[in-house]
């Protein structure tokens, strides 16, 4: 059976719908007013809680009557967010219909839409953990399981987006700087954390650092925000060519998008660094490394203390990266770049040469 997607809802969201082009450039793209039932057809939805509901209550009765007719199914696509609020379901005695993943169910439910129509897809991994509670504990408030019946997969876009990455050039390194750390785009509290250690440590002038003006409660620091190294503010969406950074630099601090996360996620910022095959660190969610082990890829335990990665508590997680730091003054970064260099070239290689998009097929075929 042919696998159509719907876009009549691509754009509708005030965030980017970049991902769409990523996943699903190589399917049939249609209207819903064109969809055969013939075909397996998904109407893609991109999840913010900030407009999801505006979006799909906005749509005519006949629009949702065509899903109906059609036997369309409903992709739902989102970067991360918590949509069962696992343990507090299993803690409290709390309404499971305000509970984000039945709230969707809820409305489709409305308007005829069953909960076996729906796909949930996402960039972090973490609902598995969920799923399986889900399927196997009881709520005490009902006294029964109530496992999920949509279908989920977890498969990170930015992996897709880094496979695009083929003709990137990446120059020879010099380390100038050991380490690299820009935080100059959106404010984050972990982020500022990170860079204020940092500057307490007077490590500052021994990396390329970024980080935005923001007040988060240390005047004295604050003082010196903004720091800019180049002049420049989140080169990735520009499309830059970065080597400068990754070439000067020889440990990159992933400065993530989340930091204590319940779901993990990593984006471009430590994508990045696979691409420009420069070792790393993230400043981000509790696991990432081991989300990216499980995807096949290689860290740098043999080399770097990594136990930051599964410690819970942000403060001791970003005190064991700034203690790296520390240990690299010491070290001759030229010489351990040289044996960690089959890591680098197996990082890169898997990223680029994986057939990422398997698991979208496999899980649209489903």
Known sequence: ????????????????????????????IKRLNEARVEHKNFLYLYYRPEDFYEIISSQSKEFYKQIRDKNCNLL??????????????????????NVEYWKIINFFNGHDIGENQLYFMTSATGCERDLKQLREKKI??????????????TLNSLLLWGSKQKNLNVKEKSFEKIYASLANGRPAAHRYQLTRKLWKEDLIKDGLVSMCYMINGDGEFESHL???????????????????????????????????????LFSEKTIRAILYMNPFVVNGDVGTLSYLQDLGFKTFGDFLDESYDLIEKVDERQNKIINIIKDLKNKNLQKLYDQMKPILDHNRDLLINKNWLDTLHKFLRS
């Open 140 to 153: 005490i408030w009902t006294n029964d399981t109530r496992p999920a019946r949509a279908k989920f997969c």
């Open 76 to 97: 739902i696509c989102h970067e991360g967010f918590d949509l069962f609020r696992i343990p507090e379901i299993f803690e409290k005695n709390i309404d499971i219909g």
């Open 226 to 264: 903004p720091i800019i190294f180049d002049n420049q503010n989140n080169l990735w969406h520009k499309n830059m060519d970065e080597n400068y950074i990754f070439q000067k630099s020889f440990l990159w601090i992933s400065n993530e998008t989340h930091m204590d996360n319940k779901l993990t």
């Open 1 to 28: 059976m042919s696998i159509v997607l719907l876009n009549d809802l691509v754009g509708k969201t005030k965030a980017r719908d970049f991902e769409f082009d990523l996943y699903f450039s190589n399917y049939t």
